[in-house]
């Protein structure tokens, strides 16, 4: 990795080793930063106070060496990214504003994608990873984890299955509790529907009700209207005097017919006058006609008013027009075949959540003995574990327990309590020496045994990771003497099979890596590229000496490091 303005760091190149590589230093000399740009490659949260101060973003690049048809470089292949010579190119940058940028084999990529990588290379153990697993909900996913597809398999459709039973649930309770406001609901539609089918309005009617309402109301003086208007145009039959349109019409088509011979435009003239006779005559019969069929019928007025005030009634409660009450109507009659349903919908819920509540207490008994079998392995692996971290006489047993409760599920023939993992409570029990009672990890080790207790677990938890490398950081703490050596000595035989980076201050561990790097602060407090070692014969025995006895010029502790690096390359 190179590692530029992140922290105390100003510009560092970290090369680790195939195997086990220890990481040292004095206390703020920036070792953690190694921790942190690892985090940041592997999709971490982009901190802007990670910026070294006065410089406008934190840059970090990593190399990673993969085989091409790797998990990881097949996902990144996905992306567009491409491998250069076998190894994965990445880098994440921080600017100070706090925005943050991915690249992956040349390719800009959302930062999300790193989180994916990240699952398949590499898997971080830390003191925050401690005290995460000394919480029985942690303890339970990393048991499941353990377990794999035995665990997996069946808690994928328990998953399902409670979901789909707290949906149900949640619509059960709410048709239920809501049972009397449907009911109103239900009474004041089937009024409002009765109420408009008594009345049976349609399509229009309120327009043409009102159109002629207006006509019976005015009968006589329409009627007078058309009598004058027809006299006007046809004569009137008692004055035959009278000069009317049509006579005076008549006058002039005769007058043109008379001369039109001596000049075609009169004749085109009086053609047109005698269109305009033959329109009059035929208003003037309609005018009649309108007359004779006006009926002035105050019975019939007194219907089509009575009619309207029904629909106005029912304009007034359910639509602005007949059209909308309609529309009302159609929806009502919906929501109410949908009301008078719910019994039925109650009943199938019901049908439903018990079979669910079945089938929930099947998966849970299948996960809870999933979980027996692979807490007994997992037990049995970390107790192994801890016998080569000098704890031979410890003993870890996982407890598996329910809690009753009324409400739940069945599992072994007790009702207990549920949730979305299963019924299930684990939690790691450790009885540190004979005879002493089991008690959870937290209560039951001191600072040291806790140490190696967590150490132990997350080796045997590593061995059900798929991932090539491990980052342990100062999970050692609290570890000294014999243990510290065991310590180291098991991170060596874990590094045979993957590579393992480890953050220490123990030289008893350091001196089991393949390669130890220091980090090194300059006079002004930042890590150059030079602050970044590997050390090497003469400087590695000066580094030991000095984790061993606070000063590298110590002939004691030189002795002391040459005996550690002798034991070790013996042990290897």
Not at 211 to 234: C, D, F, I, M, Y
């Amino acid at each position: 990795m190179r590692i530029r303005s992140l922290g105390v760091i100003d510009d560092a190149v970290v090369e680790l080793s195939p195997g086990f590589t220890a990481v040292t230093g004095e206390t703020g000399a920036g070792k953690t930063m190694v921790v942190t740009s690892l985090g940041l490659l592997l999709g971490g949260r982009a901190d802007p106070a990670l910026v070294r101060v006065g410089a406008k973003a934190a840059v970090v690049e990593g190399r990673i060496v993969m085989r091409p048809d790797a998990p990881a470089a097949l996902r990144a292949e996905e992306a567009g990214a491409e491998l250069d010579d076998g190894a994965l190119l990445i880098s994440r940058t921080v600017s100070a504003e706090g925005r943050s940028r991915a690249h992956v084999g040349g390719r800009s990529v959302p930062v999300g994608l790193l989180g994916e990588l990240a699952d398949d290379l590499v898997a971080v153990h830390g003191q925050t990873d401690q005290q995460g697993l000394l919480r029985p909900a942690r303890q339970r996913q990393a048991l499941d984890r353990y377990a794999g597809d035995a665990v997996a398999v069946p808690l994928e459709k328990y998953a399902a299955a409670y979901r789909r039973l707290r949906a149900v649930a949640v619509e059960l309770d709410t048709l239920v509790t809501r049972a009397r406001e449907r009911a109103q609901e239900a009474d004041l539609l089937r009024f409002g529907l009765d109420e408009i089918a008594g009345v049976e309005p349609l399509p229009g009617e309120d327009v043409e009700l009102a159109a002629e309402a207006e006509r019976l109301g005015h009968a006589e003086s329409l009627a007078s209207a058309a009598q004058v208007a027809h006299g006007a145009l046809g004569g009137n039959p008692e004055d035959p005097e009278a000069i009317d349109a049509n006579m005076l019409v008549a006058g002039a088509h005769r007058a043109l017919e008379s001369v039109r011979s001596h000049d075609p435009a009169l004749g085109v003239l009086a053609e047109r006058i005698g269109e305009l006779g033959i329109l009059l005559a035929d208003v003037a019969g309609e005018l009649a006609g309108y007359a004779d069929d006006l009926d002035a019928d105050p019975l019939r007025l007194a219907a089509v008013e009575e009619r309207r005030a029904a629909l106005t009634q029912l304009t007034r409660k359910y639509g602005d027009s007949v059209e909308s009450v309609l529309e009302w109507a159609e929806q009502g009659s919906a929501r109410l075949l949908e009301l008078d349903g719910d019994d039925e919908r109650i009943a199938e819920l019901t049908a439903e959540r018990d079979g669910l509540r079945s089938e929930l207490s099947q998966l849970a008994q299948a996960l809870t003995d999933a979980r027996v079998e692979a807490a007994t392995l997992f037990a049995s692996a970390v107790t192994e574990e801890l016998a080569s971290l000098a704890m031979p006489h410890a003993r870890v047993t996982i407890d598996i327990r329910q809690a009753d409760d009324p409400e739940g599920v069945e599992v072994g023939g007790r009702t207990v309590a549920y949730g979305p993992s299963g019924a299930d409570e684990v939690e790691l029990l450790l009885a540190p020496h004979p005879g002493a009672q089991p008690r959870p990890i937290a209560k039951g080790a001191s600072g040291g045994e806790l140490s190696r207790v967590m150490l132990a677990v997350e080796v045997v938890f590593a061995g059900s990771d798929p991932v090539p490398t491990y980052l342990f950081d100062e999970v050692d703490a609290g570890v000294g003497g014999k243990a510290a050596v065991e310590v180291g000595r098991r991170l060596a035989k874990l590094a045979k099979s993957a590579q393992v980076v480890v953050v220490t201050h123990l030289p008893q561990v350091a001196a089991f890596a393949d390669r130890q790097l220091l980090v090194e602060k300059t006079n002004d407090g930042s890590v150059t590229r030079s602050g970044v070692t590997v050390l090497e014969g003469e400087a590695r025995i000066r580094e030991l000496s000095r984790m061993l006895a606070g000063h590298e010029d110590s002939a004691s502790a030189r002795a002391h490091a040459e005996e550690l690096l002798a034991a070790a390359r013996a042990d290897a």
